[in-house]
């Protein structure tokens, strides 16, 4: 292998019952010229079986997966499961630590990083990590993210629309299982090398989630996104006994956006005053909020108009807001035939 | 007067109509030696009667007061009132523009620089234009808060137990007339130098708030906030017709939170999950969150019990906590006759 | 396509009449998950014709090249030319809005970061757009520098000399339609990556500028940064009249600067004392300034030598200077027949 | 002296000849626990006589001081005088390293720092060295200033208007000694604690300047600095031989300022390009200059008018402007015999 | 009381027995608006007799006073003990936590903080608590030093000396009891505002230290300071039993730097490269390290010569030095009974 | 060549005498767009013979090289060698100046840089001319290092296990001549890219060392380090006389430390506290530290064992230590024959 990764583990993967280890990356800074990034990783196996691989803290200001993972690894006893489950509740460590979307190490976004090269600066070479050592052994894919400071999101299980039909299918499945009051379905707008991508490409079936944001986060999102895991290790047969909660909740509204125009961004800077809230259908050329200019405030503050209807299903939860940020994201309901492509 | 403050403004606080103007604080930067820092000023006024006083903006994280008071400034007629209504929409200028509690200039809690110095750097320096300039113009002065970027809170209007039983009631009566969800009675814990403060010791009706914080900041808080001071003004006679919707709203419910142990600090640093949310009725001793060390996943999370019993009035709206940091307020319903003291 | 960019935009390049709008460059940042860096772009288009691409800001301290773009995108009508003028007025947008060299996001010099490649950081992805999208537009390419924030420039159109003949006399033509008092002959010293070599290297007819720098920005530099402008759009036949100040303006001196030796650096840190101005004629061996050093007020300053000879055609403008840093630039008077290599 | 200062001298202030030496003040830091702020100090004495006090960097950013006084205290000779004078050529040493019109150390204006107090952090407790132990012992003090990096000026003399006839009178005649183009009569709009305040309140006959700019720091600015400097200290009878240079020069003009209206500011923040220049007679409303809004390209720039009529005496050379900057300061001829209040 | 202490704790002075608790200091960031800066603070205590007051960490990059106060609070049982010890390993906690000798919240060095006042920022906050609040308790102060990031240190026990003849023959008594290696006998050279000087104001019998440095922190400090304040709290009969080493180690040698030439300051910037070392005995005039300029390789380094005579009690540690930095201190020994001022 | 550096020289490598000149490496920053970083260099050369190439300051926070090789630069006398000694002092010049052990420029450890690219940022810049202009010319090549910031060692020359065994046998030649306490084998554990890694796989003889730390930077380090440079280059036949320190000291032990075990990191943040010092002969799970929690001053310290035997190599010089950062080497003493692989 022309590119091995400088990062080691003190897991073993093929071993059966519970590990708590680290992934040891090598890092040099100006406090310490020899260290490790430790990133904590748990693998609980019982036996041959499926193998799902979950994923927390891939943005640092995103913490659902954080704690239901930090929890699902301390409760999750072997003899519960079948196959194996790999939990890495913190992948970008140093954001968690930090409490920022991106690294603050290298100032680069993880799930933007993806395959990685062993070369790159820490993000990347852990990224290269999880493409080559990680994801080579996992069925199932669950990569939990959420809005983290920026946007107050409608709980969603998400995915691309995959021209593989059958991925696409048995993906759909399993978000159906999570039981999340919505699945969203997206096509990326701002370039490649995401996380869910890479293991979309790979075949394996994978979800990535919007559980709420910093803002939501609480007994409510958590909530949904720890029975959601749960449910989803149920459906892949790896839990064994169905999860107390599992037949509870609705089922999931597939919604989608799917268009540039869906992604409505400042057009200037200001203080952004919602005037629709999320879930509210919205008409086309509505004005969902305000911009109001710090700097002149005796003029009326400029109008955000949607350029597509649908139902409200992000805004921006940071009423300062500069030019070119997200203020709002309109999705439309799909018939779920439909999303055969 | 010997400490004349070096502030100047266009704006001329005996005149008939509406003004739009600023406080020109003299600053000198490394960009600009002589700058003035302009903070938004609005004066209305139809002839005599009392003076309205309204803040906003004195912690830079708390856009409720900004939001309402902009659209306050620009949508109230001087035919409209009696008397005169001042507006400082973004008291802490610099503040509001970067988002940030504290001062970016000189660091400084604006709500602890009270009285202030013109000798001061320029959050004190304002402070002191407000106490020896503006507060001696009003009758009724309102200092819109939230919980700002770290806490969420029931909405509420708030005030201290003053020693002065006819001022209390005064603002007693004021605070209803809000017709917020809550009315708060709170006692100093951190230190002097609040601006409600400096207005109560001079005598004035004075009500501060926490509508909300930036995780809840929407539709709703923006229109209790809204609402509530057009039903002030009302009931100050200032507003000459009730505001539409004036009549309607539930009465507040009473609470206080007066003792050192209904304020719970985080005892370490880690990863809040909470396990109660707010409204929720706390018995003492109940775990109303856990703290997970981002170092130790394999430890359990510390349990955070509470020392009070009440309501769950606030608690920390960021997951990343470090010690010392307030995770949660109790507060107990006041019989309204014993807030007499 | 196997690089497509990731940035996107508004305006059609094909559409006649005149449009505002931005290149939407995609970025993530830890106050926004999802946002777009908007560059403004403007395009006026009348029919058939040649195409004139024009950029300001590729630094984000030289301000001749926005100003100077910006009016013209507002003054120039449709009917007044023929063919095409796209106007890019803040290439480096983040840089502009610092008032900074470098981009303040990811620390890059966008005029070495050509060809660039859309998995760059952002400004060698904005390059990528600029040579794979609108050079390629181009019939006729100008890039507006000037010396920025650290040194004095005496009024140039510049270029380098290039092996191709009939490309180098057709520039030399644009240059001299220009009007600007130099004509500057580079050629790097310094790495490649410029903007204006990657245009050249296509065959675009490229015309670069030093229109002074942030200590003589003004009336003088902007009115023959615009007025060059306008002779050079009429000179390629996009600009249908004759622009009214046309006509005016002295033949352009054709000057040259291309032995390592013409650029003089620091030798220590210090206080930079100029003894000679722009425009001086200088000897092999002048002392054209001093250095004083701030740690040693008793020891006589560093004489500073020039090590050819020539017309002193730039200087550093800040007084204190790092080692290394340029202090000056001597050019000599070329024949404008040696001007074909 | 209960407010002794902590800073000590290795110059003895009452020693004929000359003495190189330094001001040190104690500091502790993060990379020294112990260590002292070098601020040079020179002194040269010939016997009995009058002391001048001469000032550099008391803004970081401002270096005409800084190079005439050390060339001053290089070239000066004992023997060429009568008296002393005393140099401080780079009061704010920390400033000046960091070529920042604040002190880098403790963010302080120095020229608000007076009279300072022992107490201070490092920017106050030099100037209450200064105030205690260094101006008591001067006839004449100079404190050379400039525009810094901000401000084009056109070069001036200045100092207030004086309650004290006499000591007016002399200051006019000294100023008029210098031979720089204008005298600038200005009054404080921007608080309380200059060195020339606190000298002049002190009954010395003292001058400040405004010598150029960073931006026109050069030759000529040098020159009439360092011209002036030995014509002045010629006039006092300290300089015993009339300075070769001291006769040249036309007489200078006295111009005033006093009004709030005098010094505009910008409305908004934008890029600034002036349409007039230094030393232009402006009429009262006139457009000198334009704001052009980087979020909004297409709309017009916002044009500056003055409210106040004469000469253009300073204008802003960076063109990134926020709010509130100084863009122009307007000043009039004054008669003088009018300068006698 | 006019200035009472807004900080609290939940320890009580007076009751038996061993506590671990905080002194709580309330403080208000961007990332929680209500906070407690929480410092450890351990009171053992066992009925009537003589208090002890242990301080480490007043500098945040001196750790052998928390290492050593640490241990002993874990370590001290109150029945090995009569009257009271009460311990604050880490004075200056958010310098801890950082690591460097000032607050990383408001710049200021502690030991130049005292008496501090309420409305401080938290380090003279903190101050104003142990001057106003701890100090009245205590019979014995001690306050751990060591020469922190900068300064090797021969180690020892140190004080000013008093005016005040017993109450210096307590200390001297009670230095000789902690048998470090030297005694050693300062004036505060860098002003006024320290721990141990406002504790000598009010008569405690104090004792400051210098043991050793950040980079001689090791197992010999560490039990030089350890078995020191044993063997102290022994002597003054709190700690009932004779520590198990107290009778071990030679008699301390008393030294003395009383001069301002026994600092030497670095000239110039540079690399310093000792030539002698800690203990050495150094003649005046001898060259004890140079200083290798950055910038000018070939010109030979500036050799350091002593200006005083003795041993060489410290010197810089860090290489890289800054003009005004201490390079050495010189002391000299003094006769015991010269002591007696 | 495709990928000429753009970095130039003013020194002539096939000159005969002492050269001192400057790498000049091209950069363009906000205070100087066209500037370059000068890093020394110094060439002497009599006639034929071997060449030695010696780096000081790879790591900019380890100063052993720099003063070693400025002090020999300026002591060695052409006519002293034969052949060739090529010096960089300050080969990361950057760091050396900010003393850290990372480029402030572009955060990039230059021992992680080789072989470096045109292209890459000034770090690569650098390491790219290393490996392409000067470790062509040479035949031996030292790389001086030493523990830097953050970790004591044992003085050691140290090479990896090479497979090519003539190689290594003239390296451990090489070795031995310097005279060190130790010879350290050590095997990559943190990735490639190492400065003597890229010699010794270009066949030189190539010498690294850890010469000590800051914390022991002192007169006996710089002694073993400067004998040694001299013995080695006497050993190589180009120094012509042996040095007269060189037959000094005993021979060097050969140890090694091949195991990720043999590095311990530490398990959680805190305040380290040794119990071990340097040279102590440690057993497999020995206690050789302590790691205080900061937070939990109640709560004992955690221990940290070793995993490996063997003799204390090196250990943390920082008391405070973050998660992951190392705390202790490990080494074993080697038999020399077993040296040959």
New interface residues.
Partial sequence: MPHAS?I?TDVDFARDGKQ?GHL?V?????????????V?I?VIRNGDGPTALLFGGN?G?E?EG??TL??L??RLRPEQIRGRVIMV??LNRPA??A????SPI??V?MN?AFPGH??DTITGMIAHYVSSNLLPLADLVIDIHS?????HMLPSVNMHRLENQPQMERMLEAAHAWRAPYIFLYRD?????LLPSHAEQMGKVTLGTEMGS???????T?GITSRGVDNVLHWAEILVEPPPTGGSGAASQVVEAGD?SD?L?AP??G?F?????LGDQIVRGQVIGRL?D?????Q??EEIRTESAGILFAR???????????LAVITRVVDPVSTKS
């Fill in positions: 400088p080691t708590f040891a090598p890092q040099s800074t100006n406090s310490a010229g020899w260290a490790k990034c430790l904590p748990t943005h200001d913490f954080p704690v930090l929890n690894a301390r509740p913190m968690i630590a409490g920022t979307r991106l290298d100032g976004n933007r062993p070369g809005g983290g400071s920026s946007m707008v701002a370039g490649a090398g910093k803002a939501q986060f609480g007994v409510e958590l540039e992604y961004m200037t800077s203080i005053e919602p005037l629709q809230e109001h710090i700097e002149r405030p005796q009326p503050p921006r939860s940071v009423p300062l807001t500069a030019q070119g940020e997200c």
